[in-house]
C-alpha cells in the first residue's frame, strides 16, 4: 500500500472513529467535575454504558453536579443529555442528601402497609422526571403526570397534551420510571 492511500485510509478511520461521542472523555470529565474517581466516595459508581452511542459533541460536553446522587453530561449543541450515577459519599453529599431511590435501592419500590394512608407525592398535571436505565447508565426526560399517584403506584404521563400516554411507577416525589428496566 502507497503511502498516500495509507494516510488516506487512515484520515477515513479517524473519521468514522468521531461520529460517536468518546465515553471515555465522558468518564474523565465526570470524574474531574465530582473530584472523584470510579468508584470512590462521591465518583462515578460504574462506566459510562460503552453500549451507547451518542453522536460526537463538537464541543466539551458540560458535567453538572453531584445532584441528587448523579452527575449531568450534557451536549447542548446537539441537545443529548445523559445522567452518571455516583457513590454516596463525601462529594455527592455537598449536594444534599441522596434521594430515597439512590440510598436504599432494594426497598425503594416497597408499598406501605395496607392500613396506612396513602398520600400522592405525584399530581396531575406536575412536571416529572422519566426515569429509564441500570447501575451503569441512566437517561430521563421531563414529562406531565396525567393522574395523582403515591409510591409504587403506576400512572400515566405523557410529554405534551397530544402524544401518547406511557405508564409509568412512582418511585419518589416527582420521579417517575419505566417498568421493566434493570434496578439502580
Known amino acids: 500500500m502507497t503511502a498516500a492511500a495509507l494516510a488516506g485510509a487512515q ?21 474531574m467535575t465530582v473530584g472523584a474517581n470510579l468508584g470512590e466516595p462521591g465518583g462515578p ?14 464541543t466539551t460536553p458540560s458535567v453538572e453536579g453531584p445532584v441528587f446522587g448523579a452527575a449531568m453530561v450534557k451536549c447542548d449543541a446537539l441537545g443529548w443529555r445523559i445522567r452518571v450515577p455516583l457513590v454516596g459519599g463525601s462529594a455527592a453529599a455537598a449536594s444534599g442528601p441522596l434521594p430515597r431511590t439512590a440510598a436504599s435501592p432494594q426497598n425503594r419500590f416497597a408499598r406501605p402497609a395496607a392500613n396506612a394512608p396513602r398520600e400522592a407525592v405525584v399530581r396531575k398535571g406536575d412536571p416529572v422526571q422519566l426515569m429509564a436505565g441500570n447501575a451503569a447508565f441512566s437517561v430521563s426526560r421531563i414529562m406531565l403526570a396525567d393522574e395523582d399517584g403515591a409510591l409504587g403506584d403506576t400512572i400515566r404521563v405523557r410529554e405534551d397534551r397530544k402524544s401518547a400516554p406511557i405508564f409509568a411507577q412512582v418511585v419518589e416525589m416527582g420521579v417517575v420510571r419505566i417498568p421493566g428496566f434493570n434496578d439502580f
Open 11 to 31: 484520515a477515513a478511520h479517524a473519521q468514522g472513529a468521531q461520529k460517536f461521542e468518546n465515553l471515555d472523555r465522558i468518564d474523565s470529565l465526570v470524574a
Open 45 to 58: 459508581a460504574a462506566p459510562v454504558d460503552r453500549r451507547l452511542r451518542l453522536a460526537a459533541c463538537p
